[in-house]
């Protein structure tokens, strides 16, 4: 039914912005594209579009997906088709992403696609009690799983994983401190401001910015990374002159940290399976100036044995769920199934059993995630203990919630090898063999 009364489009809102918007959540709901990726692509794809284009484009896509599920409950859309791709078509986009901008702005364009919500009803249904997972927009059984594991706890991580996350930057010490990182940056237009002692090289973005175009990030002197993710490295206990070994490097935002933690001095070895990562590991190690660091493709278990007992600092930042860092990434809770957490937890469980013996008797080991699931944390880690409590000593451990220092949600736990660690190979270990799955 058309609503009573339909607002006129704002005069400065650019109808094309919103055609791409549309079939942004079109490949993030139907293809199962990243958002991340899809709004790169579609930035790359009009290299015209303003600063204010920009970030009318990347704002609509990410609240739309953020809010998916409530916004298509107040669009009056059958509960149970939500994440239904068979059940999806432009029309239901265009109601849900009407939804989103009457929520945020009291008003709706004057276009057609837009006349199939009706404001009133709209009004009534946001005024009703409906389930805790609807009003939060997350699916049933990952809210059911955090009221589980986390308790009291949950509803504010809940909450604050629905706001819209800061951008943090990480001076990169091996050419500038933070304050003259800020100060290049002033220059160029762009606003931060120091985090505070804890953090002694993070700056925050006072203002929303693509600072990838600036000539500071050109020269490498800061990554983007956030505040939580800045505390992993340093929580490794590293010093020049270490071997190290990041076992999940990915893209190595943490191993570029670990260089400049180390001065340039030392040795990273910085593995990880998919080779693509790696590859932009050796573009950005470049950039920052970090030359100790060497990157290797995990090819089979035999490339982890070949590493056995020879780093003084592993750190193991393990695949997981990606709970804590869901309000940069919103659409993974939509991608996320009960199936694949569970896969995930026997994943790290494996990895912290067979990468752990990378270390060497004395040396010491950061298991960490950007979870905020205890069965993905603080159990594995326990359960690692019981095993092998007579070899490692549990030495710190920190949860990070979401908001915290305004940053993402983190778990860490430092464990040290004892000095006098067997040396001969655990009994499980002579069994093994095939392929790595990290």
Known sequence: MLAQTVPQIPQKLPRLIIDQVIEALA???????HADKVIERRFRAHPKWGSRDRRLFAESVYDTIRWWRWYWHLAGLPAEEYLQKD?????????????????????????????????????????????AAIRASFPDWLHDRGADELGEDWPHALAMLNEPAPVFLRANTLKAAAGKVCHALTEEGYESRPVGEELPDALVLTKRQNVFQTQAFKDGLFEVQDAGSQRIAPFLQVAPGMRVVDGCAGAGGKSLHLAALMKNKGRIVALDTVEWKLKELRKRAARAGADTIE?????????IKRLRETADRVLLDVPCSGLGVIRRNPDAKWKL????????????ADILERYSRMTRPG????????????????????????????????????????????????????????????????QEESAEDGEDAS
């Open 27 to 33: 490949d993030v709901f139907l293809d199962g594209y």
């Open 87 to 131: 059940a999806l078509d432009a029309t239901r986009l265009w109601q849900v992403w009407s939804v989103y901008w009457f929520e945020k702005h009291g008003s709706l364009p004057g276009w057609p696609e837009c006349q199939e919500i009706n404001t009133d009803k709209l009004q009534r249904r946001r005024a009703r009690t409906v389930p």
């Open 295 to 303: 990157t290797k493709v995990i090819e089979g278990s035999q490339t």
């Open 337 to 348: 199934h009960a199936e694949e957490l569970t896969r995930l937890t026997l994943l790290q």
């Open 363 to 426: 040396g010491k080991l950061v298991y960490a995630t950007c979870s905020i699931f205890r069965s993905e944390n603080e159990d594995q880690v326990r359960a690692f203990l019981q095993k092998h409590g007579d070899e490692w000593t549990l030495e710190e451990e920190f949860r990070l919630q979401p908001g915290d220092d305004g940053g993402d949600g983190f778990y860490a736990a430092r464990l040290a090898r004892n000095a006098e660690a067997a040396n001969h190979p655990r």
